[in-house]
């Protein structure tokens, strides 16, 4: 797996391209635009001509290596009930996917987004006898047919919107890996769609990750639900909040539940080799006088290495 992190686009996108480098990061991740605003500025053609210039300084030019990702605006909900609401998200989201066309972003991570209706019974997601309640049924109903509508206002566009599991709090659709493959099965479009899988997420919708064995059966099932060469994307944070809570809380890597089996497993399956694994860790603070994303990293560095040499990672 390549390793980066979530960083600031403050004074203009490319300045997360070169705190990227200056991080000796091999991938990023980024808000392409204000996500707590429903109508963001776009970027201006100055800063996406700087985008460029420091993607060739960086040598992550070929947007088809897939060095970047945007990840989209936590206002948007693609399963809302409501109607205007919808509408709405459907509008921020197209003009997402035209900032990432506009700056050869070829991975857009999004949340499934939440049904609003009853909340579901806290079992954890692979003890679950059904896939949906009947709530979460219309949520994905909704949501297939906002990115069929979305898909169809952006014919040709290259890039691909990643479903990212999530945790599970109140209503939110998608932390049963199931309901992911539901949507792409069900899209028109579904070369339009792949998958990103958050290891925080997962061990707090109850995918157990702590150990060697739980870590690899979880693996497996994500393996044969999403198939391998969908899952695009990866969130690496480890979890504050223990296996099923529904507790979206990321801790450093190493340091919380998912703990080093789960990044050991995962980042050794060579399926992966390439794919942007990314930091959505606290940055407050440093650890031992330097940023926490170079640590993470070096940690992520040290677990992914063959059992002999991996190195002592966490506290
Ligand atoms: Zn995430
Ligand atoms: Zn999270």
């Not at 992550?60 to 009930?81: F, G, I």
């Not at 792949?194 to 739980?214: E, I, R």
């Not at 480890?238 to 703990?259: N, Q, W, Y």
Request: charged share 30%; aromatic share 6%; net charge neutral.
């Amino acid at each position: 797996m390549r390793f980066g992190s979530h960083l600031s686009v403050a004074g203009g996108v490319a300045n997360a391209v070169r705190s990227a480098i200056e991080l000796e990061l091999d991938c990023v991740q980024v808000f392409t635009a204000n996500q707590r605003q429903w109508a963001p500025r776009a970027p201006s053609k100055e800063e996406i001509d700087d985008w460029f210039v420091a993607l060739r300084e960086a040598g992550w030019d070929d947007p088809d290596d897939c060095r970047t990702v945007s990840h989209n605006s936590y206002l948007v909900n693609l399963a809302s009930p409501d109607h205007d609401a919808r509408k709405r998200s459907i509008a921020a989201q197209r003009t997402e996917l035209e900032r990432c066309e506009a700056l050869a972003i070829r991975r857009c991570v999004m949340h499934p987004g939440a049904h609003l209706g009853a909340v579901p019974p806290r079992v954890r997601a692979p003890e679950r006898p059904q896939a949906c309640t009947d709530d979460e049924q219309g949520g994905i109903d909704r949501l297939v047919e906002s990115l069929d509508s979305l898909h169809d206002e952006t014919r040709g566009f290259k890039v691909v919107t990643c479903l990212e599991n999530t945790a599970g709090p109140g209503t939110a659709l998608g932390y049963d890996l199931r309901q992911l493959a539901m949507v792409r099965e069900r899209v028109k479009r579904p070369e339009r769609i792949g998958y990103c899988f958050d290891t925080c997420h997962a061990t707090a919708a109850g995918y157990d990750m702590s150990t060697d064995a739980g870590a690899a059966s979880t693996l497996a099932i994500m393996k044969s639900l999403l198939s391998p060469d969908r899952v695009l994307v990866f969130h690496l944070n480890d979890s504050k909040g223990a296996c099923g809570t529904r507790l979206d809380r990321h801790e450093h890597i190493g340091d919380g539940v998912c703990g080093a089996a789960c990044f050991r497993v995962l980042l050794r399956e060579p399926a992966f080799e390439k794919r942007p694994g990314i930091l959505e860790t606290p940055k407050e603070g440093s650890f031992k006088g330097k940023p926490w994303d170079r640590e993470n990293v070096r940690r992520l560095r040290a677990l992914s290495k063959p059992a002999r040499t991996s190195a002592r990672v966490g506290r």
